[in-house]
């Protein structure tokens, strides 16, 4: 590290404060502080989406599990592509009309006030348990790899300085520091990777290095981590729940100014997931092939290696703080939230627009010391981050998938039903998170061994089948739901919604329209074309 680059550095850390500190400003009431007034448009949500999701586990897990088998941890990213335009084109139009501010909040209007709280205490459980916990982690070691720092250090330093724009600014200081984060961590990246194809004699020169198999996307039924069933079964499962129902992502597209920036900013961002596998997994086995290192270690040894030159080590560090920061801003205003809307007003429906916003930020110290108390939990179970934080949402995400797609396809599911699969799911989910801790501690359990031995994206598919079974079961011998409570809720029912909303948001243009057809048509055909030459 030479001083440029700490130059570099500090000179990227004042400007996302600045950022944060100007849209301080503005949050005088809570639609302004949680949604960012409703008025951010579509490259702003792009941008945002994206760089929400990519943080440092990303960078550091993607690299770390690339480097160990390979580029196929990339379909995660390259299945995003479909799920984004799953969220524009299906559920942006429900979420924008009925005008809420939460997922937990969109499923009382569908289903009943008890879904609505189950929802909003996982989201933040699993906040904790993952995107916070996970994100430091990653962080942290990092941080450590460069300078040394220690865990607990690392993650207090990244804490304060994205907590000061966080809680300033709210959401809009969120999206707007992302857009500016997202070209600095895409630039990067970039620059890593090109660096380190030069240096191992191109594409061609990686395959002659490493396995045929490193190069192959699908893989055999029985591969550990990612058989070709459980990709093209059980990842959409996840990727459902992550990208259309998960409060952490959609509060991008609840911010927009319509549906058609919201839809556009959604498919911006599933062009924009194609280049992880390029510049996040490929360094992986750039970092295999080139100083023969496996696992997390992957990508803070490309960082730390003789590839980069003075200044532009400085930037390709800052992009990763900004993949970090992004994401543990992201979560952080995500959390507050939830609490604030769900918990708090719900049971304070009197309370005033800057008691809310007050709540909000308060609501954000108390996750972030959560999170790193939850930090020793990950080395428990995989020394691949990447795939850790996959196999955790694969015990969260089923049941909860299953009743936002039942919810919005078929009127006939009810709130008995719903509740139901949310609480078998939440039973079995824990159940095989508790007993894969035990099989990995040494606790042998015999017949049951199967159950917590279980490939994660197999038992996706396993706990969504049973969700699904137990809404339809329970809903079929209960009461059919209350038309007037579904209105405008189901795609049966969708042209019911009439709020003023509703009919602003209806208001399409033809021309953008066309637009985002051809995208995502065009989408289709480039992610299908890359399976292909990679199959």
């Known amino acids: 590290m030479s001083g440029l680059d700490f130059a570099v550095i500090i000179i990227y850390f004042l400007l996302v404060i600045g950022i944060g500190i100007y849209f301080s400003r503005r949050t005088n009431d809570s639609t302004e502080y949680f949604l960012a007034g409703r008025n951010v448009g579509w490259i702003a949500i792009g941008a945002s989406l994206f760089a929400s999701n990519i943080s440092s586990e990303h960078f550091i897990g993607l690299a770390g599990t690339g480097s160990s088998s390979g580029l196929a941890v990339g379909h995660f990213e390259w299945l995003a592509a479909f799920m984004v335009l799953f969220l524009g084109w299906i559920f942006v139009p429900f979420y924008l009309k009925s005008g809420v501010f939460t997922m937990p909040e969109f499923l009382e209007r569908r289903y009943g006030k008890a879904s609505r709280m189950y929802l909003t205490s996982v989201s933040i459980i699993a906040y904790v348990i993952t ?32 907590g000061i724009y966080t809680i300033a600014g709210g959401l809009s200081a969120v999206i707007y520091t992302e857009l500016v984060q997202a070209f600095i961590l895409i630039g990067g990246a970039i620059a890593l990777t090109l660096l380190g194809l030069n240096e191992v004699g191109g594409f061609t020169g990686l395959q002659a290095k490493l396995p045929p198999e490193y190069f192959q996307m699908f893989k055999a039924f029985d591969h550990p981590d990612f058989p070709w069933t459980g990709i093209i079964f059980g990842a959409p499962i996840l990727g459902v729940w992550y990208w259309c129902t998960d409060q952490f992502i959609v509060q991008r597209v609840l911010s927009a100014k319509n549906i058609n920036h919201a839809r556009s900013g959604a498919i911006l961002a599933g062009f924009l997931k194609i280049l992880p596998v390029f510049i996040l997994v490929l360094p992986g086995l750039i970092a295999a092939a080139l100083f023969g290192t496996t696992g997390d270690e992957a990508y803070p040894t490309l960082v730390t290696s003789y590839l980069l030159p003075s200044g532009l080590k400085g930037i390709v560090i800052a992009s990763l703080l900004a993949a ?7 979560v952080f205003n995500s959390t507050s939230t939830l609490f604030t809307i769900d918990f708090y007003k719900n049971f304070r429906p009197e309370s005033s627009e800057v008691e809310l916003v007050l709540v909000g930020r308060l609501a954000t110290t108390v996750m972030v010391v959560l999170g790193v108390l ?118 049966a029912t969708a042209s019911e919604m009439q709020t003023d909303l509703s009919r602003r948001m209806d208001s399409r243009d033809d021309k953008w329209n066309k637009i985002n057809i051809i995208a995502s048509i065009t989408l289709v055909v480039v992610i299908f074309a890359l399976w292909i030459r990679f199959a």
């Open 131 to 162: 995107k916070i916990s996970v994100t430091l982690f990653a962080g942290g070691l990092l941080l450590n790899k460069i300078l040394g720092w220690d865990m607990m250090t690392s993650a207090v330093v990244l804490i304060i300085v994205t």
């Open 324 to 330: 970090l920061m992004s994401s543990l801003a992201s």
């Open 374 to 491: 939850s930090v020793p939990l990950i080395t428990m179970l995989s020394g691949q981050l990447f795939v850790y934080l996959q196999s955790v949402q694969a015990y969260i995400s089923p049941p909860i998938a299953a009743v936002f797609i039942l919810g919005v396809f078929w009127g006939r599911a009810n709130s008995q039903g719903a509740i139901s699969a949310l609480g078998v799911g939440a039973v079995l989910g824990a159940l095989r998170f508790i007993l894969e801790i035990m099989v990995k501690s040494g606790t042998s359990l015999g017949s049951f061994e199967w159950f917590a031995t279980m490939n994660f994206l197999h038992f996706a598919v396993f706990l969504f089948v049973i969700s699904v079974g137990v809404v339809v079961i329970v809903s079929l011998f209960t009461a059919v739901p209350n038309k007037q409570q579904i209105s405008g809720l189901t795609l």
